[in-house]
């Protein structure tokens, strides 16, 4: 992963829990697109975990964010969809008292209203199989590793 002193224009971010099965797909597909870190060389991939407020740092005054995350979505496990703020309505619901959670969506209005927003935002939510405890993804989304990444290689050309 990159260093964040000197910021390039587009950030990949993935999200998410690696100790929770496919809920780190986000992070591992970082992890496997910084190894291609010569073909993007204009690119930042961070592995941000479960970034919480943090977010807001690692988006700031880039040209683009690609934010990669596991996503419910009533589809098969596997599923990839990319989406914008503004195609989305979040239903998380937050504890709030904790600063390593919150709401994409409202991580991104408030960085609209700092002015350090990007100017395009690419989310890409795959649909987990399993969010059980256990470091090693399913099935289904191990077989599409190779496709999620191109879809996303795709985004960054």
Known sequence: M??????????????????????????CLAEQLSQRQSEFPLVDFVDAGSAGLNLLHLI??????????????GTQPGTIRRFTPDDVQSVKKLNQYSLHEADILQVVKLSQQLGECPREIAFFGIEPESLQPGRELSESLSAKINAFIEIIEKELR
Not at 21 to 26: F, K, T, V
Not at 60 to 73: E, F, G
């Open 60 to 73: 700031a005054n880039r040209k683009k964010a690609v934010i990669i995350d596991c996503a419910k979505m």
């Open 2 to 27: 990159t260093n964040q002193t000197q910021k390039k224009d587009t950030v990949v971010i993935g999200l998410g829990n690696p100790l929770l099965s496919d809920e780190g797909i986000g992070v």
